[in-house]
């Protein structure tokens, strides 16, 4: 039995309020950390919101949101995720970052479909691969939010053997029906688990309230632990070689048959 402990760290996100943000982050890694998790996963944009002055301000790899980052995954021994604004020669990408027990990046994953209806493409450079990072804790896939909506990206995921996709999200409550369904559609169709941690509330920045609704689902896409609404944090024990049991039952891969889904 390969049993991790995920946490979930949902949170109400300021947009702008950087000392705030970070302050509520750091609470919710100081439980998860007591409770001995294994990987924290914050929502998208956790520290900046979406608010563009805080964004291009706090962009940089000596900021405070990535100076926290890495205090909390050094401080309680874990592996933490979320995204950041980061920006080098070709502009600020959405990064999600991976930090492990040490504080240093593991991984590094840029968004890659950016959201129309919040005009991400004027604060950000779209990603342009998929991200995989073996560790401690199991083979790690990386989407956020809106890629969701994009099952042939999470199907390479699939492909390349990923046993737990991490997706940190903004995702709001007009569309939280999707979000449920979309979460459980793509562990299922994939047969890996999916933790996805959501921003709670509402926001100034983009005239929306977010959902909530954080999730871990498993293989068959049924939910392990729902955090439906609130600054709150979710907990989900994972065992990974449960993945493997479902692919026996049910031998979705090898019933593929991509020579036919080409269109013509």
């Not at 080098?88 to 930090?99: Q, R, T």
């Not at 994953?109 to 991400?120: G, S």
């Not at 689902?217 to 994972?238: F, H, M, Q, T």
Request: proline share 5%; net charge negative; with cysteine.
């Amino acid at each position: 039995m390969r049993s991790i402990l995920v946490a979930l760290g949902q949170m109400s996100v300021e947009d702008g309020g950087v000392s705030e943000n970070i302050d509520r982050a750091l609470r919710l890694a100081g439980m998860a950390g007591r409770l001995e998790a294994d990987l924290l996963l914050l929502p998208e944009m956790w520290c900046t919101g979406y608010d563009p002055g805080a964004i291009r301000r706090y962009s940089s790899h000596t900021s405070p949101c990535f100076s926290a980052l890495s205090y909390m995954g050094r401080e309680h021994g874990m592996m933490v995720a979320g995204t950041l604004p980061l920006k080098d020669e070709e502009g600020v990408a959405n990064a999600l970052l991976l930090v492990g027990e040490d504080g240093e990046i593991k991984a590094r994953y840029d968004k890659i479909h950016l959201f129309p209806l919040f005009n991400e493409q004027s604060l950000f450079k779209a990603g342009l691969k998929p991200v995989v990072a073996d560790t401690r804790i199991g083979r790690l896939g990386f989407a956020t939010c809106y890629d969701l909506r994009f099952p042939e990206l999470i199907r390479a995921y699939g492909l390349m053997g990923v046993e737990l996709l991490v997706v940190p999200a903004a995702w709001g409550k007009p569309r939280l029906a999707q979000w449920v369904n979309m979460t459980k559609a793509r562990a299922a169709e994939n047969q890996f688990f999916l933790a996805a941690t959501n921003r709670w509330g509402p926001s100034t920045a983009v005239g929306e309230e977010f959902a909530g609704h954080s999730v871990v689902v498993d293989p068959w896409g049924d939910p392990v632990v729902e955090v439906y609404s609130g600054v709150n944090l979710g907990l989900a024990e994972v065992d990974l070689d449960y993945i493997a049991e479902v692919r026996r039952r049910l031998p979705l891969y090898e019933s593929r048959r991509p020579e036919v889904y080409k269109l013509s």
